[in-house]
């Protein structure tokens, strides 16, 4: 499954972004989907997930701030993100999981990964 995230760029702080993953194919709807991401330096950390059935999983971080959302019919899923902060400037990973598990939030669980799109969040 080849994952394309796209949407990253450069936005001030308090402004908002939304980002896409597509997987194009017939079993998009069978997969949960989760976004992470990796500020320089730092791991790679979870953010928000969203499993078939449309249960939501956001990081306490962005908790209130970003909202995930998937559209079956174009096999996407959507990050929508307000009230962005500098801290929150990083690479973000779009991932695919076959297989329900208790642990969203951990990418060992997770089978397939898009490329990564930027988001940089200035003061």
């Known amino acids: 499954v080849q994952l394309q995230a796209c949407g990253g760029g450069l936005v001030q702080a308090g402004g908002s972004l939304t980002l896409s993953c597509s997987a194009p194919?017939?079993?998009?709807?069978?997969?949960?989907m989760g976004w992470f991401r990796q500020a320089p330096g730092k791991e790679r950390e979870f953010v928000s997930a969203?499993?078939?059935?449309?249960?939501?999983y956001y990081a306490d971080s962005v908790k209130g701030r970003f909202t995930i959302s998937r559209d079956n019919a174009k096999n996407t899923v959507y990050l929508r993100m307000n009230f962005l902060k500098p801290d929150d400037t990083a690479v973000y990973y779009c991932?695919?999981?076959?297989?329900?598990?208790?642990?969203?939030?951990?990418?060992?669980?997770?089978?397939?990964w898009g490329q990564g799109t930027l988001v940089t969040v200035s003061s």
């Open positions: 991932a695919a999981r076959t297989y329900y598990t208790e642990y969203y939030y951990s990418e060992s669980y997770y089978d397939y």
């Open positions: 194919g017939r079993t998009f709807s069978s997969y949960a």
């Open positions: 969203i499993s078939r059935s449309g249960v939501t």
